[in-house]
């Protein structure tokens, strides 16, 4: 995250007049990097996108599944602040179609400091395909609002994030504004930042110049090396025509013509010399310069270390909240559509602000893209899906796979429909799956996911991931042989699922929240 912290800096985000975010208001915020107002976006307004089934027309896979948690009553505890906090380990039961274990990657912070709402109520993660990782904390039921953060990974291992499961947890709670001890913190870190002003300034100055003076000194070295290139090339030819020169082995002609090329030859050394040298002289006044700035440098350098000195704890929790680069508070609706698309490389996000179907076929689904590099929108989209004389249904989840199909999922009696069609720039459609999971091992439908090694889609319950192949969901010709499962005994509430690159599975669970990693590809 660029920037610094800032003392209980009150942020007014000023979204509500484009629709896709709440009521603008003011709340207190620290580590933020606010991407500003949204400005206009794209409307696309695309009325029926759904090609009606009927239920009764669709093949019932009879699947023999595993079961997850289908009490909806969940194991909860508090993390110790003050003590030693271990990881938990999940590992599949017997009717998984692999062995394998989730285990924790870190617990998560109780919010990003972004409203005094917040709690830990995590709902979504996701992963685009450049090592980014973001994630949802609603501020809780009823709200329908949130906020979305995103991490590097690679940087947060570099800070000792992956060897602290707590870590994260530890740096957010530091600055919580929120808490006395938090808005102390923030106030010792204001006045620490306001004396040491003067010095990031003059570090940010310097580093500039620094940098400037080396690009031009490299040109320098380069025109050097291209100077006694030249030069060695001239000496060499001088060389083999003044052996041509002397010999009489040669006619005249040709040793008249290799005097010719050895007076040329000694001609263009000595230019080459003396360019060579003009260069080499023009270095090492870059060396002296260079070697000044950089003893400035260190001056300003080392103060800002002796400060960072003085309170270590506090500037590590820094370093680690500042690699979040988070969205102002926006209308999240129930906050688990949360997807990356790798054919646009953009994020989406469906404002599903009721758990049920729309009220009315006037009404819309409302699904916003945005650009993961700002987390600013850049499209919202407005559609209603018709089924039958009566429902408009709505979206509850959402994936995409590698090329850009979109999928969502909902329950249907004890099993589970799949709908894909599109949701881009291009336009949106869907359609049911010609065949439908029979049995499912879980009560709640907590999201899908596309993994992106196998191309299959899984659909979230608690303590249950269920898939099949994404190719196989177009074409409506799946078996029960076709349908895997990851299922577990963890009493915990699964809240959504990502996947990296190499088919590694990232759960989020609540209470407390907390990711969790695949010891292995799923399957």
């Known amino acids: 995250m660029k920037g610094h912290f800032k003392l209980a800096v009150s942020v007014a985000f000023l979204f509500a007049s484009v629709g896709i975010f709440g009521v603008g208001s003011s709340v207190q915020a620290d580590v933020i990097d606010n991407p500003g107002t949204a400005g206009s976006i794209s409307q696309v307004n695309s009325g029926n996108v759904l090609k009606d089934y009927d239920e009764n027309s669709l093949n019932k896979v009879d699947n023999s599944t595993p079961e997850g948690n289908m009490s909806k009553k969940y194991t909860k505890y508090s993390l110790d602040p003050t003590g030693y906090n271990y990881g938990n380990s999940y590992s599949t039961i017997a009717g998984s179609s692999q062995s394998t ?26 992963l685009d395909d450049e090592g980014n990782i973001y994630f949802i904390e609603s501020n809780g039921t009823n709200t329908n609002k949130g906020a979305i953060v995103k991490f590097n990974l690679a940087k947060l291992q570099q800070l000792g994030v992956n060897s602290d499961i707590l870590l994260l947890w530890k740096a957010f709670d530091y600055f919580n504004p929120f808490s006395d001890e938090g808005l ?14 003067g010095a990031f300034d003059q570090v940010k100055s310097l580093t500039k110049t620094l940098n400037q003076n080396q690009s031009w000194q490299n040109n320098q070295v380069n025109y050097q090396k291209n100077a006694q290139k030249w030069y060695k090339s001239w000496k060499a030819k001088k060389a083999k025509n003044t052996k041509i020169a002397k010999s009489y082995r040669y006619s005249y002609a040709s040793r008249n ?134 429902a408009n249904l709505q979206l509850h989840t959402l994936a995409f796979d590698n090329d850009g199909n979109a999928y969502w999922g909902r329950k249907y009696n004890g099993g589970y429909i799949f709908f894909y069609g599109r949701l881009d720039q291009n336009g949106v459609s869907f359609q049911a799956s010609s065949s439908y999971v029979g049995n499912r091992g879980g009560s709640t439908n907590q999201g899908v996911a596309v993994n992106p090694a196998n191309n299959r889609l899984y659909f979230v319950s608690d303590d249950i991931l269920t898939s099949v192949p994404t190719s196989k969901i177009q074409s409506g010709n799946f078996s029960a042989s076709d349908v895997h499962y990851q299922a577990f005994n963890s009493g915990r509430e699964f809240e959504s699922l990502a996947f990296d690159q190499d088919g590694y599975g990232y759960l989020l669970a609540l209470w407390p929240p907390e990711l969790m990693q695949s010891t292995d590809p799923l399957n």
């Open 184 to 197: 102390q913190h923030n106030q010792e870190y204001d006045q620490i930042n306001s004396q040491l002003q």
């Open 101 to 126: 274990s989730f285990k924790t990657k870190w617990f998560l912070p109780d919010g990003f400091n972004v409203s005094d709402y917040q709690h830990g109520n995590f709902q979504s993660v996701t």
């Open 257 to 390: 013509k290799a005097k010719k090329v050895v007076k040329q030859a000694t001609a263009k050394m000595a230019k080459w010399m003396k360019s060579y040298q003009m260069h080499k002289a023009k270095v090492a006044k870059y060396d002296t310069k260079i070697s000044g700035i950089q003893n400035q440098l260190n001056t300003y350098q080392s103060q800002i270390d002796a400060a960072k000195a003085q309170n270590p704890e506090m500037f590590k929790y820094v370093e680690i909240a500042q690699t979040a680069q988070l969205s102002p508070e926006v209308d999240i609706g129930h906050g688990q559509t949360l997807s990356f698309n790798p054919d646009n490389g953009h994020i989406y996000l469906a404002e599903d602000n009721t758990l049920t179907d729309l009220a009315s076929r006037d009404d819309n689904n409302t699904v916003f893209e945005m650009d993961p590099d700002t987390l600013k929108p850049i499209r919202e989209y407005n559609f209603k899906m018709y089924h039958g004389d009566s």
